[in-house]
């Protein structure tokens, strides 16, 4: 088996972590470990085998176990957090984090304090989603809007983004289309004439229209599209996140130089791994299925990986809240992506060497490469 310990890691899709008060609060601890509403029972939460790694992972780091919440509160309350965290975070060598500002859990860190919590760097993505929705106004004109909203995506990179990304997978689905500015204009109205800027946008032509035009820029400025696609909480319709459905968006752009990242995917990695395989500019990962579905890592990894050229494929952990759903995300996917080497269907054709080198791109130089256009060593 491969040793990929050495290697660091870009985790290119994930979440800040829950402040440092919370440290000692056992239900935070338990609910990050599944993608379940507040209202889902804790009980059942407990009954996991991500539940068990996660608390393995605490109860290495801090020497201690626990049995309930009090004892839970009583074995964090005298620990320096900051250095616990760092002791996480740098010995699965992560060293930058792209972080997805637009969804945040309650008492989220701000970046300074991300960085001191995990010593690595911190770059950020924009959300689409909450830019259209902060810069709406039932006073504004549709074209106020729009060309506000595009002046925000052309200069992101000037403002410190590395990337956009959008989420209409949980709002109108993944199946975009053209869509013209009367159309755009009309769903525009609709969605801010009631006054009810405040609710989510759910107007499929206005999305069509925000996802065609924003393209173009993207292209133009060399910044990457990640997409949310496959599996998430409860408030998506999973069936519209089938990244297959893109296909229409896919060979308008992708051939023109859009480069898409479709984060998460499962249990669409398959269909992921396919579409990098025969389109340009689509790259895509596994997060969230590893951690949450710790049991099944290695056969995950294996099935992403059964088209797709190496080149295409990235590290991300989607992990929020608490360093240890972190740790455990780097631990999977290490382990998992040295099973795949260590299958005779590849080691027997491959040289250990070629390995290595897909590994780190993998790991680390696909993220650094496709975000902020560095070159690995080749
Ligand atoms: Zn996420």
């Given at each position: ?295 099944s890592a290695r056969r ?43 299958d005779a269907g590849v ?32």
């Open positions: 088996m491969l040793d990929l310990q050495e290697f660091p890691l870009i985790d290119h899709h994930c979440h800040t972590l829950m402040d440092g008060s919370h440290k000692g609060n056992l239900e935070a601890f338990i609910r990050m470990t599944s993608e379940a509403p507040a209202t889902y029972p804790l009980s059942d939460l407990q009954e996991t085998v991500t539940y068990e790694a996660v608390k393995s992972i605490a109860s290495d780091a801090t020497g201690r176990a626990w049995e309930d919440a009090a004892e839970f509160k009583q074995v964090f309350r005298s620990l320096d957090y900051a250095d616990y965290s760092r002791q996480l975070f740098q010995s699965r060598r992560y060293e930058r984090l792209f972080v997805d500002t637009g969804f945040s859990p309650a008492q989220g860190m701000s970046a300074d304090d991300l960085a001191t919590h995990t010593n690595a760097s911190i770059h950020s993505i924009l959300r689409l989603e909450t830019t259209a929705q902060e810069l709406a106004d039932s006073d504004k004109p549709f074209t106020v809007w729009r060309d506000e909203l595009l002046d925000t995506v052309q200069n992101a990179r000037k403002n410190g983004f590395i990337g956009i990304k959008s989420i209409v997978a949980y709002r109108t689905g993944l199946e975009l289309r053209p869509a013209s500015t009367a159309e755009a204009q009309a769903a525009y109205q609709r969605w801010t004439g009631s006054g009810s800027v405040s609710r989510p946008l759910m107007e499929a032509d206005l999305f069509h229209y925000m996802l065609w035009e924003t393209a173009p820029l993207l292209i133009r400025e060399e910044l990457p599209l990640q997409f949310h696609s496959g599996y998430g909480d409860p408030d998506e319709n999973l069936l519209q996140g089938n990244p297959l459905l893109l296909r229409e968006f896919i060979e308008a752009f992708c051939p023109r130089g859009l480069r898409i990242a479709l984060l998460h995917t499962y249990p669409y990695h398959r269909e992921a791994g396919y579409l990098a395989s025969v389109y340009p500019g689509v790259f895509f990962d596994v997060s969230l299925i590893i951690p949450l579905g710790a049991s995950v990894v294996a099935e992403a990986l059964e088209l797709s050229p190496m080149s295409r494929f990235l590290f991300a952990s989607d992990a929020h809240t608490r360093p240890e759903l972190f740790a455990l995300s780097a631990d999977l996917f290490r382990g998992a992506l040295a099973a795949y080497f260590s080691s027997r054709h491959v040289a250990k060497d070629k390995m290595d080198r897909w590994c780190r791109m993998i790991l680390h130089d696909n993220a650094s490469a496709l975000y902020l256009g560095e070159s690995g060593p080749g």
